[in-house]
């Protein structure tokens, strides 16, 4: 069974930094490339980073150079290093399969950032 735990969420200032962990089980982790993802209220889901088991990474453009991902194969484990937060990341954020996302999501981690 697919599980995708997301954590380290929170409320933050403008400007301040969170790590986000998603901690993933029930299938072969190292083979797939890993997303994240959000969701503001009133929005859709969007990309925001992906990672392939290498460790080569890509960002949307609304948070490069202020977001890293990483991974750790062995710990089934992706990262989310946020800096520099805004206003407008706050969002539920979500990480899956980046190709064919299982449809199983997991509950998510709240970010607000707000003064």
């Known amino acids: 069974q697919v599980q995708l735990v997301e954590s380290g969420g929170g409320l933050v200032q403008p400007g301040g930094s969170l790590r986000l962990s998603c901690a993933a089980s029930g299938f072969a982790f190292t083979n797939y490339v890993m997303g994240w993802y959000r969701q503001a209220p009133g929005k859709q889901r969007e990309w925001v980073a992906r990672i392939k088991s290498g460790g080569s990474t890509n960002y949307a453009d609304s948070v490069k150079d202020r977001f890293t991902t990483s991974r750790d194969n062995a710990k089934n484990t992706v990262y989310l290093q946020m800096n520099s937060l805004k206003p407008e990341d706050t969002a539920v954020y979500y990480c899956?399969?980046?190709?064919?996302?299982?449809?199983?999501w997991g509950q998510g981690t709240q970010v607000t950032v707000s003064s």
């Open positions: 899956n399969r980046y190709y064919n996302p299982y449809d199983s």
